[in-house]
């Protein structure tokens, strides 16, 4: 899935991703391929994707939002 983790002011991340583990207001969910149409507030928490190649990624973030359809993802961050 393609997936971007963007701050206001720089893009963290930008390409394909096999899951993404994101600290959800309600607590940790995941978000795998083909997963369905969401979109979901973010906390203060750890942001953790594993790419294709299987790379682990952590990003520590404070909130923000986060939108997903047809494996498209959009992250946007504090």
């Not at 309600?26 to 942001?47: M, R, V, Y």
């Not at 594993?50 to 959009?74: A, M, Y």
């Amino acid at each position: 899935m393609k997936v971007k983790i963007t701050k206001p002011d720089s893009t963290l991340f930008e390409g394909e991703a096999k899951l993404l583990q994101l600290p959800g207001t309600g607590g940790l969910f995941e978000i795998l391929q083909n997963h369905a149409p969401i979109i979901s507030s973010l906390s203060k928490g750890t942001l953790r994707l594993v790419t294709d190649s299987d790379e682990t990624k952590t990003f520590d973030i404070r909130g923000g939002v986060v939108k997903g359809q047809k494996n498209d993802i959009l992250i946007l961050v504090q």
